[in-house]
T-cell receptor, first 114, second 114 residues
């Protein structure tokens, strides 16, 4: 079992819809959680970063973490065709001797239909 | 400002050859990470530098892979005796500090081993 599980999709929704993207993780040592967006043939771009359970909002994006169930979500409101990309969830921990590299899910390929 | 840059953007080599991939982090960033992303997968952690030293190389798949960061800035990932299974996009990321700090990714080097 991978430490971070994510449905690869593709997920296709009409423009203007609310999009819900989800991940689960298994490692209780993970302390911080991120969502990255990756366009084809580009590097990942950070969208949201959170340390704790609860919601964090930034514009049209809301990240939600539930540490008790090890569940991570990203919601996109008023979705636009330009939001079409692969969305990667990532988790990391800090273990005494230094930072850990991030553990990523497979990524969900999102398509927003005009 | 300048982001993380990686050269070359594409590298095609033959099985058994040696390759070097270069990463220029954001100026002033002390932490540098290498990841490998295979088709349809999320990035997979390889190695992390804090300054000049490799703080965590637990993700390197075998002893054909080696990375250096001699002056605490530019890093080179070196792969000896390349195999077809090494074909992937190699991503570099940097962060201002280690630990919880945001990792900024470069565009990657697409390595193809024939």
């Amino acid at each position: 079992q991978k430490e971070v599980e994510q449905d690869p999709g593709p997920l296709s929704v009409p423009e203007g819809a609310i999009v819900s993207l989800n991940c689960t993780y298994s490692n209780s040592a993970f302390q911080y959680f991120m969502w990255y967006r990756q366009y084809s043939r580009k590097g990942p771009e950070l969208l949201m970063y959170t340390y704790s359970s609860g919601n964090k909002e930034d514009g049209r994006f809301t990240a939600q973490v539930d540490k008790s169930s090890k569940y991570i979500s990203l919601f996109i409101r008023d979705s636009q065709p330009s939001d079409s990309a692969t969305y990667l969830c990532a988790s990391g921990g800090y273990s005494g001797g230094g930072a850990d590299g991030l553990t990523f899910g497979k990524g969900t390929h999102l398509i927003i239909q005009p | 400002g300048a982001g993380v840059s990686q050269t070359p953007s594409n590298k095609v080599t033959e099985k058994g050859k040696y390759v070097e991939l270069r990463c220029d982090p954001i100026s002033g960033h002390t932490a540098l990470y290498w990841y490998r992303q295979s088709l349809g997968q999320g990035p997979e952690f390889l190695i992390y530098f804090q300054g000049t030293g490799a703080a965590d190389d637990s993700g390197l798949p075998n002893d054909r892979f080696f990375a250096v960061r001699p002056e605490g800035s530019v890093s080179t990932l070196k792969i000896q005796r390349t195999e077809r299974g090494d074909s992937a996009v190699y991503l570099c990321a940097s962060s201002l500090l280690a630990g919880y700090d945001t990792q900024y990714f470069g565009p990657g080097t697409r390595l193809t081993v024939l």
